[in-house]
Nanobody, 123 residues
Framework: QVHLVESGGGLVQPGGSLRLSCRAS????????IGWFRQAPGKERETVAC?????????YNYNSNKGRFTISRDTTKNTVYLQMNSLNPEDTAVYYCATARMSACPLVRYDIWGQGTQVSVSA
């Protein structure tokens, strides 16, 4: 079984940056991609980005981040990162990483996801 654990969230002022981490454990051989999505109170779930862990190719939802976010991975640490810059209050949400069996990017379903990490952007 694959487990995902997010970290790195917190409170940041508008214009600030955060780097989220998603560490995967277990047998990830059948899970070629990991994506990030976010859920804000009263809003629908929104995809953010997705990365194929083998080659690092990425897909972004530019509607959600307007080029401010970068997804990357460190295969030696089984970790995927989401670097978020120029944050604004509309980015406030719980951010989750997720994966799906035998699915590349973009992920159209989520089979496994972590517990989430809260990102709050406020002055």
């Amino acid at each position: 079984q694959v487990h995902l654990v997010e970290s790195g969230g917190g409170l940041v002022q508008p214009g600030g940056s955060l780097r989220l981490s998603c560490r995967a454990s277990g047998d990830t051989s059948l899970y070629p991609a990991i994506g990030w999505f976010r859920q804000a109170p009263g809003k629908e779930r929104e995809t953010v980005a997705c990365i194929v862990t083998e080659d690092g190719s990425a897909v972004y939802n530019y509607n959600s981040n307007k080029g401010r976010f970068t997804i990357s991975r460190d295969t030696t640490k089984n970790t995927v990162y989401l670097q978020m810059n120029s944050l604004n209050p509309e980015d406030t949400a719980v951010y989750y990483c997720a994966t799906a069996r035998m699915s590349a990017c973009p992920l159209v379903r989520y089979d496994i996801w972590g517990q989430g990490t809260q990102v709050s952007v406020s002055a």
